[in-house]
Protein backbone atom coordinates (compact mmCIF):
# COMPACT_ATOMS: atom_id res chain seq x y z
CA UNK A 1 0.00 0.00 0.00
CA UNK A 2 1.40 3.40 -1.32
CA UNK A 3 0.68 6.64 1.13
CA UNK A 4 0.59 10.56 1.17
CA UNK A 5 1.39 13.31 3.65
CA UNK A 6 -2.20 14.80 4.59
CA UNK A 7 -3.81 11.27 4.03
CA UNK A 8 -6.59 10.78 6.48
CA UNK A 9 -8.28 7.88 7.93
CA UNK A 10 -11.52 7.82 10.19
CA UNK A 11 -13.00 5.72 12.75
CA UNK A 12 -16.38 6.33 15.33
CA UNK A 13 -17.18 4.71 18.23
CA UNK A 14 -19.01 4.48 21.41
CA UNK A 15 -17.75 4.07 24.75
CA UNK A 16 -20.70 2.57 26.15
CA UNK A 17 -20.82 0.26 29.96
CA UNK A 18 -19.93 -2.71 27.79
CA UNK A 19 -16.84 -1.90 26.07
CA UNK A 20 -15.82 0.22 29.71
CA UNK A 21 -16.81 -3.52 31.43
CA UNK A 22 -14.47 -5.49 29.21
CA UNK A 23 -11.72 -3.74 28.83
CA UNK A 24 -11.57 -3.65 33.18
CA UNK A 25 -11.91 -7.03 33.27
CA UNK A 26 -8.80 -7.61 30.74
CA UNK A 27 -6.71 -5.11 32.03
CA UNK A 28 -7.45 -5.36 36.12
CA UNK A 29 -8.13 -1.25 36.25
CA UNK A 30 -11.45 -1.49 38.37
CA UNK A 31 -10.93 2.26 39.51
CA UNK A 32 -14.69 3.02 41.00
CA UNK A 33 -13.95 6.34 38.91
CA UNK A 34 -14.56 4.16 35.90
CA UNK A 35 -17.28 2.05 36.93
CA UNK A 36 -19.54 3.10 39.35
CA UNK A 37 -21.45 6.74 38.38
CA UNK A 38 -21.95 7.55 42.46
CA UNK A 39 -18.52 7.60 42.82
CA UNK A 40 -17.39 9.35 40.48
CA UNK A 41 -19.74 12.04 41.01
CA UNK A 42 -18.05 11.88 44.71
CA UNK A 43 -14.67 13.04 42.62
CA UNK A 44 -16.37 15.76 40.82
CA UNK A 45 -17.04 14.19 37.79
CA UNK A 46 -21.11 14.00 36.56
CA UNK A 47 -20.85 10.54 35.98
CA UNK A 48 -18.43 7.16 35.62
CA UNK A 49 -15.08 8.20 33.37
CA UNK A 50 -14.15 5.59 30.61
CA UNK A 51 -10.60 4.41 30.68
CA UNK A 52 -8.33 6.52 28.18
CA UNK A 53 -6.28 3.49 27.20
CA UNK A 54 -9.26 2.41 25.39
CA UNK A 55 -9.22 5.00 22.88
CA UNK A 56 -5.72 4.61 22.55
CA UNK A 57 -6.70 0.46 21.67
CA UNK A 58 -9.32 1.65 18.96
CA UNK A 59 -5.74 3.53 17.63
CA UNK A 60 -4.13 0.50 17.74
CA UNK A 61 -6.53 -1.62 15.47
CA UNK A 62 -6.58 1.66 13.08
CA UNK A 63 -2.69 0.99 13.02
CA UNK A 64 -3.01 -2.79 13.18
CA UNK A 65 -6.07 -2.89 10.52
CA UNK A 66 -5.85 0.08 8.73
CA UNK A 67 -3.05 2.47 8.41
CA UNK A 68 -1.14 0.96 7.38
CA UNK A 69 -2.63 -2.40 8.60
CA UNK A 70 -1.62 -6.24 8.51
CA UNK A 71 2.27 -6.46 9.36
CA UNK A 72 2.43 -2.76 11.05
CA UNK A 73 4.72 -2.56 14.54
CA UNK A 74 4.04 0.56 16.86
CA UNK A 75 7.28 1.24 17.27
CA UNK A 76 6.72 5.15 19.32
CA UNK A 77 4.37 7.31 20.50
CA UNK A 78 3.82 10.47 22.41
CA UNK A 79 -0.21 11.71 23.44
CA UNK A 80 -2.14 13.62 25.82
CA UNK A 81 -5.61 13.11 26.96
CA UNK A 82 -7.25 16.97 26.56
CA UNK A 83 -10.50 16.18 28.53
CA UNK A 84 -12.07 13.13 30.47
CA UNK A 85 -14.39 10.65 28.64
CA UNK A 86 -17.42 9.92 30.13
CA UNK A 87 -19.19 6.00 29.49
CA UNK A 88 -21.76 6.43 27.27
CA UNK A 89 -19.39 8.94 25.09
CA UNK A 90 -19.11 8.21 20.89
CA UNK A 91 -15.96 9.17 19.90
CA UNK A 92 -14.37 10.56 16.32
CA UNK A 93 -10.99 9.03 15.63
CA UNK A 94 -9.19 10.67 13.20
CA UNK A 95 -5.51 9.93 12.43
CA UNK A 96 -3.73 11.60 9.67
CA UNK A 97 -0.53 10.74 7.92
CA UNK A 98 2.51 13.04 8.67
CA UNK A 99 5.13 11.54 6.65
CA UNK A 100 5.93 9.06 4.88
CA UNK A 101 9.23 7.11 3.90
CA UNK A 102 8.36 4.27 1.61
CA UNK A 103 12.18 3.07 1.19
CA UNK A 104 12.58 2.91 4.84
CA UNK A 105 8.76 1.37 5.20
CA UNK A 106 8.06 4.16 8.15
CA UNK A 107 4.74 6.35 8.46
CA UNK A 108 4.73 9.31 10.66
CA UNK A 109 1.00 9.77 12.41
CA UNK A 110 -0.75 12.66 13.61
CA UNK A 111 -4.10 11.59 15.53
CA UNK A 112 -7.01 13.46 17.57
CA UNK A 113 -9.82 11.85 19.51
CA UNK A 114 -12.77 14.08 19.95
CA UNK A 115 -16.24 13.75 21.36
CA UNK A 116 -19.98 15.01 20.07
CA UNK A 117 -19.12 18.44 20.60
CA UNK A 118 -16.56 18.75 18.19
CA UNK A 119 -13.53 18.91 21.13
CA UNK A 120 -10.38 17.02 21.16
CA UNK A 121 -10.33 14.81 24.41
CA UNK A 122 -7.07 13.19 23.08
CA UNK A 123 -3.93 14.27 20.75
CA UNK A 124 -0.53 12.92 19.74
CA UNK A 125 1.61 11.08 16.96
CA UNK A 126 2.80 7.75 16.78
CA UNK A 127 5.61 6.29 14.70
CA UNK A 128 4.86 3.09 12.64
CA UNK A 129 7.41 0.41 10.81
CA UNK A 130 5.40 -0.34 7.52
CA UNK A 131 5.61 -4.82 8.17
CA UNK A 132 7.01 -6.72 4.26
CA UNK A 133 6.51 -10.24 4.16
CA UNK A 134 10.45 -11.92 3.93
CA UNK A 135 9.60 -15.74 4.08
CA UNK A 136 5.88 -15.29 2.68
CA UNK A 137 3.97 -18.88 1.43
CA UNK A 138 4.95 -19.54 -2.08
CA UNK A 139 2.74 -17.64 -4.16
CA UNK A 140 -0.23 -19.75 -6.64
CA UNK A 141 -0.50 -18.40 -10.22
CA UNK A 142 -4.05 -17.44 -11.74
CA UNK A 143 -6.77 -19.90 -11.17
CA UNK A 144 -7.65 -21.97 -14.40
CA UNK A 145 -6.22 -22.98 -17.61
CA UNK A 146 -2.13 -22.16 -17.98
CA UNK A 147 -1.65 -21.13 -21.56
CA UNK A 148 1.75 -22.65 -22.90
CA UNK A 149 3.87 -21.68 -25.83
CA UNK A 150 6.81 -24.07 -27.12
CA UNK A 151 9.07 -23.08 -29.38
CA UNK A 152 10.53 -25.78 -31.59
CA UNK A 153 8.06 -28.14 -30.51
CA UNK A 154 7.80 -30.18 -34.28
CA UNK A 155 9.95 -32.57 -32.43
CA UNK A 156 12.32 -34.07 -29.90
CA UNK A 157 12.36 -32.13 -26.68
CA UNK A 158 9.82 -29.41 -27.62
CA UNK A 159 7.42 -32.29 -28.72
CA UNK A 160 7.66 -33.89 -25.41
CA UNK A 161 7.50 -30.57 -23.25
CA UNK A 162 3.76 -29.48 -25.46
CA UNK A 163 2.41 -32.55 -24.47
CA UNK A 164 3.55 -32.79 -21.38
CA UNK A 165 2.33 -29.18 -20.59
CA UNK A 166 -0.86 -29.80 -22.31
CA UNK A 167 -2.04 -31.37 -18.72
CA UNK A 168 -2.38 -27.35 -17.57
CA UNK A 169 -4.08 -25.66 -20.24
CA UNK A 170 -3.71 -24.86 -23.71
CA UNK A 171 -0.58 -25.03 -25.96
CA UNK A 172 0.73 -23.23 -28.94
CA UNK A 173 3.00 -25.75 -31.10
CA UNK A 174 5.60 -23.74 -32.82
CA UNK A 175 7.77 -24.70 -35.81
CA UNK A 176 9.46 -23.45 -38.45
CA UNK A 177 9.46 -25.68 -41.45
CA UNK A 178 8.13 -29.22 -39.98
CA UNK A 179 4.62 -28.32 -40.37
CA UNK A 180 3.57 -32.56 -40.46
CA UNK A 181 5.71 -32.69 -36.86
CA UNK A 182 3.51 -30.15 -35.43
CA UNK A 183 0.30 -31.05 -36.75
CA UNK A 184 1.24 -34.02 -35.07
CA UNK A 185 2.06 -32.87 -31.58
CA UNK A 186 -1.45 -31.03 -31.95
CA UNK A 187 -3.50 -34.48 -33.17
CA UNK A 188 -1.96 -36.00 -29.93
CA UNK A 189 -3.08 -33.29 -27.46
CA UNK A 190 -6.52 -33.26 -28.66
CA UNK A 191 -6.96 -36.49 -29.09
CA UNK A 192 -5.93 -36.65 -25.29
CA UNK A 193 -8.71 -34.44 -24.47
CA UNK A 194 -6.17 -31.19 -24.68
CA UNK A 195 -5.90 -27.82 -26.38
CA UNK A 196 -3.31 -27.11 -29.04
CA UNK A 197 -2.91 -24.96 -32.12
CA UNK A 198 -0.04 -24.73 -34.44
CA UNK A 199 1.58 -21.80 -34.35
CA UNK A 200 4.39 -20.87 -38.05
CA UNK A 201 7.62 -18.70 -37.70
CA UNK A 202 10.89 -17.81 -38.41
CA UNK A 203 12.91 -17.30 -35.35
CA UNK A 204 15.59 -15.85 -37.38
CA UNK A 205 14.08 -13.02 -38.67
CA UNK A 206 13.56 -10.11 -36.66
CA UNK A 207 10.18 -9.28 -35.08
CA UNK A 208 8.88 -12.95 -35.85
CA UNK A 209 9.19 -13.88 -32.04
CA UNK A 210 7.27 -11.11 -31.32
CA UNK A 211 4.44 -11.85 -33.80
CA UNK A 212 4.72 -15.03 -32.74
CA UNK A 213 3.56 -14.20 -29.09
CA UNK A 214 1.62 -11.25 -30.03
CA UNK A 215 -0.70 -14.25 -31.83
CA UNK A 216 -0.83 -16.93 -29.42
CA UNK A 217 -2.27 -14.33 -26.60
CA UNK A 218 -4.57 -12.83 -29.30
CA UNK A 219 -5.60 -16.53 -29.91
CA UNK A 220 -6.09 -18.02 -26.27
CA UNK A 221 -6.45 -14.31 -24.30
CA UNK A 222 -3.27 -14.58 -22.28
CA UNK A 223 0.18 -16.69 -22.12
CA UNK A 224 1.81 -18.36 -18.84
CA UNK A 225 4.04 -20.07 -20.12
CA UNK A 226 7.07 -19.66 -22.48
CA UNK A 227 9.73 -22.34 -23.29
CA UNK A 228 12.05 -21.85 -25.95
CA UNK A 229 13.53 -24.65 -27.55
CA UNK A 230 13.93 -23.72 -30.84
CA UNK A 231 17.38 -23.87 -32.57
CA UNK A 232 19.20 -24.41 -35.66
CA UNK A 233 20.47 -27.42 -37.33
CA UNK A 234 23.60 -28.27 -35.79
CA UNK A 235 26.59 -29.27 -37.94
CA UNK A 236 30.15 -29.20 -36.38
CA UNK A 237 31.91 -26.79 -37.67
CA UNK A 238 36.11 -26.24 -37.15
CA UNK A 239 36.28 -23.09 -35.80
CA UNK A 240 39.46 -22.63 -38.47
CA UNK A 241 36.67 -23.03 -41.16
CA UNK A 242 34.04 -21.09 -39.69
CA UNK A 243 33.00 -17.47 -40.43
CA UNK A 244 30.45 -15.08 -39.04
CA UNK A 245 27.65 -16.17 -40.60
CA UNK A 246 27.48 -19.62 -38.81
CA UNK A 247 27.79 -17.84 -35.61
CA UNK A 248 24.99 -15.39 -36.54
CA UNK A 249 22.62 -18.12 -37.22
CA UNK A 250 22.82 -19.79 -34.03
CA UNK A 251 22.42 -16.07 -32.21
CA UNK A 252 19.77 -14.76 -34.53
CA UNK A 253 17.43 -17.79 -32.96
CA UNK A 254 18.89 -18.27 -29.48
CA UNK A 255 19.90 -15.05 -28.31
CA UNK A 256 18.06 -12.27 -30.63
CA UNK A 257 14.72 -14.12 -30.64
CA UNK A 258 15.02 -14.47 -26.66
CA UNK A 259 15.22 -11.08 -25.75
CA UNK A 260 12.16 -10.47 -28.78
CA UNK A 261 9.68 -13.42 -26.90
CA UNK A 262 11.16 -12.11 -23.28
CA UNK A 263 10.07 -8.22 -24.04
CA UNK A 264 6.95 -9.37 -25.58
CA UNK A 265 5.77 -11.81 -22.44
CA UNK A 266 6.37 -8.84 -19.88
CA UNK A 267 3.26 -6.68 -20.88
CA UNK A 268 1.64 -10.14 -20.93
CA UNK A 269 2.80 -12.25 -18.18
CA UNK A 270 3.01 -9.12 -15.60
CA UNK A 271 -0.56 -8.30 -15.96
CA UNK A 272 -1.17 -11.39 -14.36
CA UNK A 273 1.49 -10.86 -11.99
CA UNK A 274 2.63 -14.48 -12.94
CA UNK A 275 5.00 -16.55 -15.41
CA UNK A 276 6.97 -19.09 -16.30
CA UNK A 277 10.14 -18.39 -18.92
CA UNK A 278 12.05 -21.28 -19.62
CA UNK A 279 14.91 -21.90 -21.93
CA UNK A 280 16.84 -24.41 -23.49
CA UNK A 281 20.16 -24.64 -22.57
CA UNK A 282 22.76 -28.00 -23.00
CA UNK A 283 25.32 -29.68 -20.63
CA UNK A 284 28.22 -28.18 -23.09
CA UNK A 285 28.20 -24.54 -20.66
CA UNK A 286 28.66 -26.99 -17.78
CA UNK A 287 31.63 -29.12 -19.22
CA UNK A 288 33.71 -29.58 -21.43
CA UNK A 289 32.44 -28.37 -25.40
CA UNK A 290 33.43 -31.05 -28.40
CA UNK A 291 35.36 -29.92 -30.90
CA UNK A 292 33.56 -27.74 -33.77
CA UNK A 293 30.75 -26.45 -31.84
CA UNK A 294 32.38 -23.43 -31.04
CA UNK A 295 29.03 -21.40 -32.80
CA UNK A 296 27.02 -23.70 -31.03
CA UNK A 297 27.93 -23.37 -27.58
CA UNK A 298 28.92 -19.48 -27.78
CA UNK A 299 25.20 -18.98 -28.41
CA UNK A 300 24.19 -21.00 -25.75
CA UNK A 301 26.38 -19.01 -23.34
CA UNK A 302 25.25 -16.01 -24.44
CA UNK A 303 21.94 -16.97 -23.78
CA UNK A 304 22.62 -17.89 -20.33
CA UNK A 305 23.96 -14.66 -19.53
CA UNK A 306 20.25 -12.77 -20.87
CA UNK A 307 18.20 -16.01 -18.28
CA UNK A 308 20.76 -14.43 -15.23
CA UNK A 309 19.65 -10.93 -15.83
CA UNK A 310 15.95 -11.36 -16.99
CA UNK A 311 15.79 -13.23 -13.90
CA UNK A 312 16.89 -10.16 -11.40
CA UNK A 313 14.21 -7.83 -13.98
CA UNK A 314 11.56 -10.00 -13.84
CA UNK A 315 11.10 -11.75 -10.67
CA UNK A 316 8.97 -8.35 -9.16
CA UNK A 317 6.52 -8.82 -11.54
CA UNK A 318 5.39 -12.43 -10.63
CA UNK A 319 8.15 -14.03 -13.47
CA UNK A 320 10.80 -16.53 -12.85
CA UNK A 321 13.38 -17.08 -15.94
CA UNK A 322 15.18 -20.29 -15.56
CA UNK A 323 17.23 -22.80 -18.66
CA UNK A 324 17.55 -26.69 -18.49
CA UNK A 325 20.36 -27.88 -19.75
CA UNK A 326 20.16 -31.62 -20.88
CA UNK A 327 23.05 -33.81 -22.05
CA UNK A 328 22.94 -35.51 -25.09
CA UNK A 329 19.61 -36.66 -25.92
CA UNK A 330 18.54 -38.77 -28.62
CA UNK A 331 16.47 -36.37 -31.17
CA UNK A 332 17.30 -35.14 -34.84
CA UNK A 333 19.83 -32.52 -33.10
CA UNK A 334 22.31 -35.34 -32.03
CA UNK A 335 22.28 -37.25 -35.54
CA UNK A 336 25.68 -35.86 -36.32
CA UNK A 337 26.97 -37.80 -33.55
CA UNK A 338 28.18 -40.90 -34.97
CA UNK A 339 26.55 -44.63 -33.32
CA UNK A 340 30.28 -45.06 -31.44
CA UNK A 341 30.52 -42.05 -29.92
CA UNK A 342 26.53 -41.79 -28.45
CA UNK A 343 27.64 -45.46 -27.06
CA UNK A 344 30.29 -44.37 -25.30
CA UNK A 345 28.60 -40.95 -23.82
CA UNK A 346 26.28 -43.70 -22.43
CA UNK A 347 28.89 -45.74 -21.12
CA UNK A 348 30.56 -42.87 -19.17
CA UNK A 349 27.13 -41.18 -17.96
CA UNK A 350 26.12 -42.01 -14.37
CA UNK A 351 23.04 -43.80 -15.15
CA UNK A 352 24.31 -45.30 -18.14
CA UNK A 353 22.27 -44.29 -20.42
CA UNK A 354 21.31 -40.84 -22.69
CA UNK A 355 18.78 -38.49 -22.20
CA UNK A 356 15.35 -38.63 -23.41
CA UNK A 357 13.24 -36.04 -24.81
CA UNK A 358 10.87 -37.03 -21.71
CA UNK A 359 13.49 -36.64 -19.18
CA UNK A 360 13.85 -32.72 -20.26
CA UNK A 361 9.97 -32.33 -20.25
CA UNK A 362 9.22 -33.34 -16.81
CA UNK A 363 12.09 -31.12 -15.56
CA UNK A 364 10.37 -28.27 -17.46
CA UNK A 365 7.04 -29.13 -16.32
CA UNK A 366 8.06 -28.84 -12.81
CA UNK A 367 9.85 -25.58 -13.34
CA UNK A 368 6.89 -24.01 -15.08
CA UNK A 369 4.81 -25.24 -11.94
CA UNK A 370 3.49 -23.07 -8.80
CA UNK A 371 6.01 -25.69 -6.85
CA UNK A 372 9.07 -24.00 -8.15
CA UNK A 373 8.06 -20.44 -7.64
CA UNK A 374 11.11 -20.07 -6.05
CA UNK A 375 13.64 -21.11 -8.23
CA UNK A 376 14.70 -18.57 -9.99
CA UNK A 377 17.84 -17.57 -12.42
CA UNK A 378 19.37 -21.14 -12.49
CA UNK A 379 20.77 -23.58 -15.02
CA UNK A 380 19.17 -27.06 -14.05
CA UNK A 381 21.39 -29.99 -15.32
CA UNK A 382 19.31 -32.50 -16.65
CA UNK A 383 22.35 -34.86 -17.30
CA UNK A 384 22.14 -37.71 -15.04
CA UNK A 385 25.18 -36.86 -12.69
CA UNK A 386 27.90 -34.32 -12.64
CA UNK A 387 29.15 -33.17 -16.29
CA UNK A 388 32.90 -32.88 -16.34
Known amino acids: MDFHVGQQFIERFVLDAEVVRRFAAFSGDVNPLHMDAAEARSYGFPQAVA ?29 RWLK ?22 FLKLQFYASNTKGEHVMQGEAEVKVGRKLAAAAPVGPDGERVAL ?3 ASGGIGAATALALAANGPVAV ?35 AEQLVQAVAAEFGQLDVLVHGATTLLTPVALKDSN ?5 AFWRVQVAASQELLKTVIPVMGARKHGRCLFLGTSYLFGQPPAGLAHYVAAKQALWGMVRS ?20 VTA ?36 SDAASFVNGVNLPVTGGPMV
Open 51 to 79: HGAIQVAYLSRMIGMVVPGAGALWTGHQL
Open 84 to 105: PVYVGDEIELKVQVRSWSASAG
Open 150 to 152: VTG
Open 174 to 208: HYHSNVAGAEDVVKQIVDAGGKARAFQADLSQPGA
Open 244 to 248: PADFE
Open 310 to 329: ASLELAPLGITVNMISPSMT
Open 333 to 368: LSAHVPQRVREVEAMKNPCRRLATPEDSAAAIAWLA
